[in-house]
């Protein structure tokens, strides 16, 4: 008998736009007591975004303020240097 492929789950990149692999895209989520941060599980309860580790999609996102967006509220500056510092990893 022959196994079905593993179905890979796939995600929206708020960048760019682009659906790529769950696993090759940063967590930022927004957890249920309202503050903001990455989930590098990818476990964390509350509303998830996510976005590609490409430092022109990470622009993007950030001169348009595409996570503000994602979650309905301001994401903090401190918020957006980690999420580049950890974009710089992944290039």
């Known amino acids: 008998m022959a196994q079905t492929p593993k179905k890979i789950p796939m995600?929206?990149?708020v960048g760019?736009?682009?659906?790529?692999?769950?696993?090759?895209?940063?967590?930022?989520v927004?957890?249920?007591?309202g503050e903001i941060r990455l989930?590098?599980?990818g476990k964390l309860n509350g509303?998830?975004?996510y976005?590609?580790?490409d430092a022109q999609c990470f622009a993007k996102?950030?001169?348009?303020?595409r996570l503000d967006k994602a979650f309905g509220c301001a994401v903090a500056d401190?918020?957006?240097a980690q999420l580049e510092r950890t974009a710089a990893e992944y290039e």
Do not use: H, S
Request: charged share 45%.
């Open 51 to 53: 976005i590609c580790g």
């Open 30 to 33: 927004r957890c249920v007591d």
């Open 47 to 49: 509303r998830g975004a």
């Open 78 to 80: 401190e918020v957006y």
């Open 39 to 41: 989930d590098n599980t």
């Open 61 to 65: 996102c950030r001169k348009q303020k």
């Open 16 to 28: 760019c736009g682009e659906m790529k692999p769950k696993r090759e895209l940063i967590r930022v």
């Open 11 to 13: 995600r929206k990149c």
